[in-house]
Nanobody, 120 residues
Framework: QVQLVESGGGLVQAGGSLRLSCAASGSIFSINVMGWFRQAPGKQRELVAT???????NYADSVKGRFTVSGDNTKNTVYLQMNSLKPEDTAVYYC??????????????WGQGTQVTVSS
């Protein structure tokens, strides 16, 4: 079994910053991709940013230049540094990881979600 544990959400004023963390643990052989998605009320879940094990990153256009995704392979952890936050960034943020388990089978895992609220 693999678990993803997120932390770092909260309430912040517009223009402020938050840093999210997501740590993977359990029966992990390797991690191919980790990243962040978000879902606002009444909207579909959308990509925010991802990072591969090789360090390649991908961002949604709406967060480019404001958010930075990074990873620590030694800790199986992915981070999302969010700067210049806007009210429209308010959402539940979910960590996603594509992991090869010790049984050499690839699965996609999701975290439980962490609320980010940006006040105007």
């Amino acid at each position: 079994q693999v678990q993803l544990v997120e932390s770092g959400g909260g309430l912040v004023q517009a223009g402020g910053s938050l840093r999210l963390s997501c740590a993977a643990s359990g029966s992990i052989f390797s991690i191919n991709v980790m990243g962040w998605f978000r879902q606002a009320p009444g909207k579909q879940r959308e990509l925010v940013a991802t990072i591969t094990s090789g360090g390649s990153t991908n961002y949604a256009d709406s967060v480019k230049g404001r958010f930075t995704v990074s990873g620590d392979n030694t800790k199986n952890t992915v981070y999302l540094q969010m700067n210049s936050l806007k009210p429209e960034d308010t959402a539940v943020y979910y960590c996603k990881a594509v992991i090869v388990t010790m049984s050499r089978i690839q699965y996609t895992y999701w975290g439980q979600g962490t609320q980010v609220t940006v006040s105007s």
